[in-house]
């Protein structure tokens, strides 16, 4: 049990470590004035953005889950 302890905790860790760069990228994009520009670098944002978002779900529910067996819920 120990071995997935350190498991879910090194995934979440690095999930949540990804999460914050995709976010950092994310947040790094140059949205210009021009209406033909714009409409589609949002869009690319928010693709990095549900990149983002999806490691961070991964790295809640492992921490979830280490909270869970810290709390002798499971």
Known sequence: MQRLDVFMGTVGSVAALVAAGLFLYASR???????????????????????GSRAAFVGALCASYVFARQSGWI
């Not at 949205?31 to 990149?51: C, F, H, K, S």
């Open 29 to 51: 994009f140059e949205v210009r004035e021009n209406l033909d520009t714009m409409v589609p670098e949002i869009q690319r944002i928010g693709r990095w953005n549900a990149y």
